[in-house]
């Protein structure tokens, strides 16, 4: 649509020199609190979001313009509307209107819910950790659990690794950051698997900035996976039987030119 469209300009607001779009579907006119995230502005209900959110109820009980200790949560309001205050959040529009989707159900229909994909939950289960609306969590994670990421000691290990999440190095690297930072280590086991078996002469330095995303203990941790793993399969081969005749064959064939070659060297005058 075009940004002149009357209908945008209708949706368009300014504060404090700065031009923000209200969010189509979270600007409620009777709101009591706004939030201006990137070029969009919110305008919710603070009583709804003290009920969901601890991280909320905290907020608005601060006088404005106290500092508080996150960076990317501001509680200084830079604006009003109608009296009500509106605060900066350095977070990204979209996703924080799907967190405030959930928040306000009946803006999303069932399907559009249950249809969000692995990345969508992922971004939804983030925002809810840092904001500590900890229902949405859950359920968020919940659906990651039933319809998207493996759980566990290598469950389903084949089929998870022709998954895209699991065959694609920077999905797997976001996968673990997002398991760390909401502490839900339950996704950890398989997706290191992942990392461990990975191939990474195909894509050498892509994979070495994608591990620089994660801590040195995990980096740790996938090296430690890889060499486990080499050392099983190397244990395995060696049992079998053509291995076995190959490898007595070389002994043998590495005895006789030792004999021969210190044959050679001891008959040395």
């Not at 990474?200 to 994979?207: A, L």
Request: glycine fraction near 6%.
């Amino acid at each position: 649509m075009d940004p002149k469209h009357p209908v945008l300009w209708e949706m368009k607001k300014t504060f404090n020199g700065r031009s923000y779009f209200r969010h189509d579907r979270h600007w409620y006119e009777d709101g009591s609190f706004g939030f201006l995230v990137e070029g969009t502005a919110f305008l919710l209900h603070r009583s709804l979001l003290s009920r969901r959110s601890s991280v909320m109820e905290v907020l608005f009980t601060l006088p404005q313009g106290t500092p508080i200790d996150d960076p990317d949560l501001t509680n200084r309001a830079i604006a009003t509307f109608n009296g009500v205050s509106l605060a900066t959040l350095h977070d990204k529009a979209d996703e924080f209107a799907s967190l405030m989707d959930l928040v306000y159900p009946a803006t999303i229909s069932n399907k559009a819910r249950e249809d969000l994909d692995a990345v969508q939950l992922i971004r939804v289960s983030l925002l809810a950790n840092k904001y500590l609306f900890q229902n949405i969590k859950e359920w968020a994670t919940g659906e990651l659990e039933s319809k998207h990421l493996l759980v566990g000691e290598g469950e389903r290990p084949l089929a998870g690794l022709r998954d895209g999440k699991y065959s694609d190095l920077g999905s797997c690297v976001q996968v673990v950051r997002f398991a760390r930072t909401c502490s839900l280590p339950q996704f950890l086991p398989f997706v290191f698997y992942a990392l461990a078996t990975a191939d990474w002469t195909k894509r050498p330095g892509e994979g070495l900035l994608l591990l620089d995303d994660l801590s040195p203990q995990d980096r740790c941790r996938i090296q430690e996976g890889r060499i486990r793993l080499i050392q099983a399969v190397l244990k395995q081969a060696s049992t079998m039987p053509e291995n076995v005749i190959a490898a007595a064959l070389k002994i043998r064939a590495s005895g006789v030119m030792l004999r021969d070659v210190g044959r050679g060297f001891f008959s040395i005058h």
